[in-house]
């Protein structure tokens, strides 16, 4: 007989709540949007459907990476800016004064947190020391700032952040592990207060995608540890790409 338990019966933890808000792009984005699309839509096509997950989820070319830039914020590979993420979290922000954690993947992103947020928050990514590191966790737990912003790679292991009782998304990748690890930082033993995660997602773009793959396929830590669910993953992701346009539905072998 097996009995799983989950985290927050293990570890007694209050409720966690998962929110997403959208966002849509304006002309001037779309645009640059569909450009990209198109660019990818030719390279994938006449690739078989695992060729096709290996180039979107696993090792992404260059045009997936654009495509999911493209609908956070063209400027992230020198397009016009465009900062309708930047302006949903400053209204989410304006909605509350819980210690927040803010996660993204693009330091072009982080760079635009700091102009925003300058010294009222910390940061760390690739980029920082392990002393700065370690600093930016104590000015954040120890209440100097209410605002923390980590790149799940750099900051989703190893440290505690169990002050904040909000963690906002403004994009995500396709590791799961990066998500799991992430959303520990704030929900694990210590957590006393209720949890609220929130996704921006860019609506009726790719930017839906990664979230959907990961939280349907990879909803156990067994399955992600053990490589489990990558049938149903790459199946997930045709069809995603296909309602989106970026690949064409498979043709029928006669």
């Not at 779309?30 to 696993?58: F, N, P």
Request: charged residues 30%; neutral net charge.
């Amino acid at each position: 007989i097996s009995l799983r338990r989950e985290r927050h019966e293990v570890l007694d933890l209050p409720p966690q709540t998962f929110v997403t808000r959208y966002v849509t792009m304006g002309k001037e984005q779309a645009k640059i949007y569909e450009a990209v699309k198109l660019q990818l839509y030719e390279e994938l096509k006449g690739l078989s459907a695992d060729e096709i997950y290996k180039s979107i989820v696993l090792f992404p070319m260059v045009k997936a990476v654009r495509l999911l830039q493209a609908a956070n914020d063209p400027s992230l590979f020198g397009e016009v800016s465009a900062e309708i993420k930047l302006d949903e979290l400053e209204s989410i922000l304006s909605e509350t004064e819980e210690p927040t954690i803010i996660w993204t993947n693009w330091q072009g992103q982080m760079d635009k947190l700091k102009t925003r947020f300058n010294d009222t928050a910390v940061y760390i990514d690739g980029r920082v020391s392990q002393a700065q590191r370690a600093l930016a966790v104590k000015r954040f737990q120890e209440g100097e700032v209410n605002i923390f912003c980590g790149n799940p790679a750099a900051a989703g292991e190893g440290i505690n952040l169990q002050r904040a009782s909000l963690a906002i998304y403004l994009d995500r990748s396709y590791s799961a592990v990066d998500r799991i690890q992430s959303l520990a930082r704030n929900y694990r033993k210590g957590t006393v207060n209720n949890v609220t995660v929130v996704d921006i997602i860019t609506k009726n773009t790719i930017d839906e995608i990664p979230l959907k793959i990961i939280t349907g396929n990879f909803q156990t830590m067994d399955l992600v540890l053990n490589g489990g669910g990558e049938k149903e993953s790459k199946k997930k992701v045709m069809e995603e790409l296909i309602q989106r346009g970026i690949v064409d539905l498979p043709k029928l072998k006669k």
